[in-house]
């Protein structure tokens, strides 16, 4: 945790620095400029207010009271005639001599006057000039000037106050990004850990699903994830204590008889009898192992669907014929009705064993007097195999497992109620590997009803098996 929000805190530290640096020295800029440019202006004011009372009276008198005004202001004033001769000077100034030469060399002075020094960093006085006219032309100059130690003074104040914003701004900046940085690194660590925990096979993760953003999304999926997972490992749990139960049952039946045969002498009567109960639990087993063996072509993808066009009718027709006589014998009426001239394109053996897995355990549930019916119709390109009886039914809290593998709705696993569980399971992975659906719907003491959809009925006859 300490890694992740360290690596994002200075991510954002140093983010939010270079933003703040930023905007802090443009601030400071600007306010350093339009501080300076306000001086420049006020004291070109002043030098233009001195000019226009000389102008008026350009005498001695005039003079000393231009000079009087800026004995005690923090302000300077020079004022030399045309050329360049001093005439009156509140404060001496050794830049003067220069200054005049520059402006010689420049021709005539605008008559609002201009800044001769702004560079207030380097000069020891900012300085403006204001040219003194009467009607024949320019007879003087007002050189007015500030020294530099107020703005200096100022800028030093200004840069101790950016100086504690700064340092706030920064102690503010860390603390908020401290707080960031662990709210976004938490989930972060958790989902770590979470992983951690199921690559270890601890698949108990609890995390929070409340948020709304990418990190909420993630750990969603890491939760959902982990539930599959869990889920995944109660069904090997559960798969394998079936296998072993269903295999144990059947050996152990072989295992018994097959020791009395070898060991007592036995009617010749007896013996058949014996005889066909282990045959029995050997064709059981053998089935077992099919139905195994077909779930794991499934899983690995490796199992063959052979489709072919065939006619509906006769082939229900053909499954009525074998199951009918099995039906009687328990008092069970099953009808059988399939419009004409349907058509499916199938592995005709794997839909043979749907049906029969269906009708199967439609047999095993009804008592005698109910009635199994099997409908096949099509409607808008959909093929619907409708297998309904009227058996005892499904609980409601079944009804969710009962294409699990190993599922009973009888937990007993009693020998009159049931095979290994399989045979549903095999069902939905076959009609799936058809490019169909399978939907169940039943209620206690009324009976079940299984629907397969097949789309994209194909209506092609020149493939069809007959």
Known sequence: MRKLSLKLGIIFFITLFCIETFMMFFLHVSLTNSRVEEELERLQAR?????????????NETLAHVVLMESEASTDVVVT????????????????SDLIREIEGEGE??????????NWQEVKAI???SPIQNQQGTIGY????????????????????????????????IAVIVVLSRKLAKPLIQMKEATLKMSKGDFTVALSMNGKDELGDLSNAIQLLSNDLNHLRQERKEFLSSIAH???????????????????????????????????????LSRLIKDLFDLAKMDENSFVIEKHCLYLEPFFTNIEEKLSPAFQDKGIYLVVRCDNGLTLCADEARLEQIVINLLNNAFIYCASGDMTTVTVKQDSGILSIVVEDTGKGIPKKDLP????????????????????????????????????????????????????????????ENDFMH
């Open 47 to 59: 030098g233009n207010s001195h000019r226009t009372i000389l102008e008026q009276n350009f005498n």
């Open 81 to 96: 005639d045309f050329f360049g001769t001093i005439l009156a000077s509140s404060q001496p100034h050794q830049e003067i």
């Open 109 to 118: 002075i605008p008559y609002e006057g201009r800044v001769l020094q702004d």
């Open 127 to 129: 300085a403006t000039i």
């Open 142 to 173: 007002v050189f007015m000037f500030q020294n530099t130690d107020s703005i200096h003074a100022l800028m030093k104040r200004l840069n101790k106050h950016f100086l504690i914003v700064g340092i706030v701004s920064g102690l503010v900046s």
């Open 246 to 284: 269903e295999l144990r049952t059947p050996l152990t039946f072989i295992k018994g008889y097959t020791d009395i045969l070898a060991k007592r002498d036995l009617t010749g009567q007896d013996r058949q009898k014996y005889l066909a109960i282990i045959i029995e639990e050997t064709n059981r």
């Open 401 to 460: 497992y009962i294409f699990d593998r190993f599922y009973r709705v009888e937990k007993s696993r009693s020998r009159a109620l049931g095979g290994s569980g399989l045979g549903l399971a095999i069902v939905k992975e076959l009609v799936q590997a058809h490019g169909g659906e399978i939907k169940v719907r039943s209620e206690i003491n009324k009976g079940t009803t299984f629907e397969l959809s097949f789309k994209g009925v194909e209506t092609n």
